[in-house]
C-alpha cells in the first residue's frame, strides 16, 4: 500500500510557465514533506522541505503548499526553466517515530519545453 | 564539502552470485542509509544506521542482503546470492544527527546499478 503518491508519471511545461507537481499521502502521522529532484545517473538531490506547522515555504522559484486536512502537498515552480527537466520526489516522514525513513513517491518527469 | 560516494557505479552479475556496494557519507555525518530504487518506482529504505548500530532493518530481505558499518563511518551492503529481482539502484544517503525534532535532510549518492542476468 503506497503511503505517499504522486499519481501524474510526467508533466510537460513550457519554458516560463508555472510548473505544479502534486503529491498525496495516506498516513495521517506523517508531518515533515521534502521535495527531491533527480537527473539520469545522479542520486536525488533535496530541494525544498515543510513541516505541518506551515502551510507554505518559498526558496525562489520553488515554493511547496501544503493542505494537511486533505493530505496534499504541492511543489510550484515559477518561472520554469529547461533545467528544471528532471524526475521530482515527494517523500514524507513522521519525525517523532523515533527513527528518520523517508516514505517516497514514485515521481513525476517533468520536461521544460524551450 | 565532499558529497556520498558510492562504488562500483554499474555492476552486472548472474543471479546466484553475489555482489558488494561500497559507501562513504558526508564527514561528519552519523546516519546512513540504504535505500533500493527499482525502476519506475521511488527510493525504498533497507537499512538505517545511527553510527554503527543498526536503526531500522525492518525492509531488508534478511536471508539474502546484510549491511554492515563497522567503525561508524563506511558502509557496505552485500547481497547473496542475488536474484533477479533485485536489479535496482542502490543509493547510499546520509545526514546529521536528527537534533530534537528537526529533521536534517538527506544527502544522496550517485548510486549503484545492478543488472542481474
Known amino acids: 500500500d503506497q503511503q505517499v503518491k504522486q499519481n501524474s508519471p510526467s508533466l510537460s511545461v513550457q519554458e516560463g510557465r508555472i510548473s505544479i507537481l502534486n503529491c498525496d499521502y495516506t498516513?495521517?502521522?506523517?508531518?515533515?514533506f521534502l521535495w527531491y529532484k533527480k537527473y539520469p545517473a545522479e542520486g536525488p538531490t533535496f530541494l525544498i522541505s515543510?513541516?505541518?506547522?506551515?502551510d507554505k515555504n518559498e526558496d525562489g522559484r520553488f515554493t511547496v503548499f501544503l493542505n494537511k486536512s486533505a493530505k496534499h502537498l504541492s511543489l510550484h515552480i515559477v518561472p520554469s526553466q529547461p533545467g528544471d527537466s528532471a524526475v521530482y520526489f515527494c517523500?514524507?516522514?513522521?519525525?517523532?517515530?523515533?527513527?528518520?525513513?523517508?516514505?517516497f513517491g514514485k515521481g513525476t518527469r517533468l520536461s521544460v519545453i524551450a | 564539502e565532499a558529497g556520498v560516494a558510492q562504488s562500483p557505479r554499474y555492476k552486472i552479475i548472474e543471479k546466484r552470485q553475489s555482489v558488494a556496494f561500497w559507501c562513504n557519507p558526508i564527514s561528519g555525518h552519523a546516519t546512513l542509509y540504504w535505500y533500493q530504487q527499482i525502476l519506475g518506482q521511488g527510493p525504498k529504505l533497507l537499512i538505517q544506521?545511527?553510527?554503527?548500530?543498526?536503526?531500522?532493518d525492518s525492509q531488508l530481505p534478511k536471508d539474502r542482503f546484510s549491511a554492515e558499518r563497522l567503525k561508524g563511518v563506511d558502509s557496505t551492503l552485500k547481497i547473496q546470492p542475488a536474484k533477479l529481482e533485485d536489479s535496482a539502484v542502490y543509493l547510499c544517503?546520509?545526514?546529521?544527527?536528527?537534533?530534537?525534532?528537526?529533521?536534517?535532510?538527506?544527502?544522496f549518492g550517485p548510486g549503484t546499478r545492478l543488472t542481474v542476468t
Open positions: 517523500a514524507a516522514s513522521d519525525p517523532n517515530s523515533g527513527n528518520t525513513p523517508l516514505v
Open positions: 544517503a546520509s545526514s546529521q544527527t536528527r537534533t530534537g525534532w528537526f529533521l536534517h535532510e538527506q544527502y
Open positions: 515543510i513541516s505541518s506547522i506551515k
Open positions: 498516513n495521517s502521522m506523517f508531518d515533515y
Open positions: 544506521f545511527q553510527n554503527n548500530g543498526v536503526v531500522d
